[in-house]
């Protein structure tokens, strides 16, 4: 049972247009959300969280938004860079018990020269 | 600040063989986390610890994983007997309190022949 889910595997975009990311949840309890970026053979670093009392938290060129309705959250970088290429991992957690982090299947982003 | 250490990178083992891994977090970090990552997927908690005790180990194949965390500091994850299906990265991560960020090592990767 994927409680946490990203639907697109891959997304290319072109150098300086927006790149945005989905993720969908199903676990109610989840209050946590955070996106990692992972390059090969390196492990995945935190690039940007959001409370489930928010719907929007902003870091420079990074965007995340959360409807909680939907049990929607996405990822926006603009403007996408080639450094950007990499994947990228939605993550949660739930405000009960052991707090962990649950992934989703990761999204691979190719951002073209 | 030093990050998550992980040792070895890589190792290729046959099946039914043994092999363990190590990990030291981040210096202060109380909660350390075992992580499977299997190619294509994202990563799967197996084993989340709080100092020395273990607070989560419920998707730890227990018949022939193991894990410890001895002096609540470095944590060992042992697999024995191996099968194919464990050909995986295996991520150590780290965090101050069971909240927030996680700190990933750069992970071991285990192939199983």
């Known amino acids: 049972d994927q409680q946490v889910k990203q639907n697109s595997p891959s997304l290319s975009v072109q150098e300086g247009r927006i790149s945005i990311l989905n993720c969908d949840y199903t676990?109610?309890?989840?209050?946590?959300f955070l996106w990692y970026k992972k390059y090969p053979a390196e492990g995945p670093t935190f690039l940007i969280s959001i409370s489930s009392i928010k719907d929007k938290n902003e870091d420079g060129r990074f965007t995340v938004f959360l409807n909680k309705s939907a049990k929607h959250l996405s990822l926006h970088i603009v403007p996408s860079q080639p450094g950007d290429s990499a994947v990228y991992f939605c993550?949660?957690?739930?405000?009960?018990?052991?707090?962990?982090?649950?992934f989703g299947s990761g999204t691979r982003l190719q951002v073209q020269p | 600040e030093a990050g998550v250490a992980q040792s070895p990178r890589y190792k290729i083992i046959e099946k039914r063989q043994s092999v363990a891994f190590w990990c030291n977090p981040i210096?202060?970090?109380?909660?350390l986390y075992w992580y499977q990552q299997i190619l294509g997927q994202g990563p799967k908690l197996l084993i989340q610890f709080q100092n020395n005790g273990v607070v989560d180990d419920s998707q730890l194949p227990k018949d022939r994983f193991s894990a410890e965390r001895l002096k609540g500091v470095d944590s060992t994850l042992k697999i024995q007997p191996a099968k194919l299906e464990d050909s995986a990265v295996y991520l150590c991560a780290s965090s101050f309190g069971t909240t927030g960020e996680l700190f990933f090592g750069e992970g071991s990767r285990l192939t199983v022949l």
């Open positions: 676990n109610s309890m989840f209050d946590y």
């Open positions: 993550a949660a957690s739930a405000k009960t018990g052991r707090r962990a982090l649950t």
């Open positions: 210096s202060g970090h109380a909660t």
